[in-house]
């Protein structure tokens, strides 16, 4: 069945070092993908989003990559900061107004 | 623009009881999208509602249902309630979708369910 999933559980950096999240998605018809901040005690927040017709897209440190041809998202932050500490999803809708969530990725800076 | 609310905050049942979950979308948005999260299962889609019309549904049984008014504001309710049911349930409203592109999607802080 369509799935999306996380390749690192958690993640541990430095901060000031760069992160990178990585995520599969195994529906080749999903056209729009979304990577998701979550912090304790709260609902996700959207971070950045691409859509199937680009491979890169750039936005306040973060940058999200889509390679189609292996069906995989990353997610970059650059400069990490104790405050990106959360738990990161990427998310795919591949129509129907259906969103399919991966299982998570838990960051942690470390100060 | 106040952001999406859901209430209440945090609800104790007991096995065999049902529940109403209600969340209000932020003003102007028509699409809203309900989702289960738990420790081991993530963040599971169950439906989503347009314009009073569930336009799709996760796979969930059919105990768990929702509904949504013509303010936009949409409930779901869970009958006889399961001690897997406990769990976040997150709500999130979104503006239309114009031209099959996809529109962000704005969470609430979510309902968290206990099931004793």
């Known amino acids: 069945g369509e799935s999306v999933g996380l390749h690192l559980p958690t993640l541990s950096v430095q901060e000031g070092d760069n992160s990178i999240i990585n995520c599969a998605y195994s529906n080749s018809a999903s056209d729009y993908f979304i990577w998701y901040k979550q912090e304790s005690g709260k609902g996700p927040q959207f971070i950045i989003d691409i859509r199937s017709n680009m491979d890169k897209r750039q936005g306040q440190r973060v940058t999200v990559l889509l390679n189609k041809t292996v069906k995989h998202l990353s997610l970059q932050i650059a400069a990490t900061q104790p405050g990106d500490s959360a738990v990161y999803f990427c998310a795919e809708f591949t129509g129907g107004f259906k969103t399919i969530f991966g299982a998570g990725t838990r960051l942690f800076v470390k100060a | 623009k106040a952001g999406v609310t859901q209430t209440p905050r945090y609800l104790i049942k007991t096995r065999g009881q049902q529940v109403t979950l209600s969340c209000s979308p932020i003003s102007g948005h028509r699409s809203v999208s309900w989702y289960q999260q738990t420790p081991g299962q993530g963040l599971q889609f169950l439906f989503e509602?347009?314009?009073?019309?569930?336009?799709n549904k996760g796979n969930f049984p059919g105990r768990f249902s929702g509904r949504q008014f013509s303010n936009s504001r949409s409930e779901m309710n869970v009958s006889t309630l399961e001690l897997g049911d406990s769990a976040l349930y997150l709500c999130?409203?979104?503006?239309?979708?114009?031209?099959?592109?996809?529109?962000?999607?704005?969470f609430g802080p979510g309902t968290r369910l206990t099931v004793l």
């Open positions: 509602y347009f314009s009073e019309t569930q336009r």
């Open positions: 999130a409203s979104s503006s239309l979708y114009r031209g099959g592109a996809y529109n962000e999607q704005f």
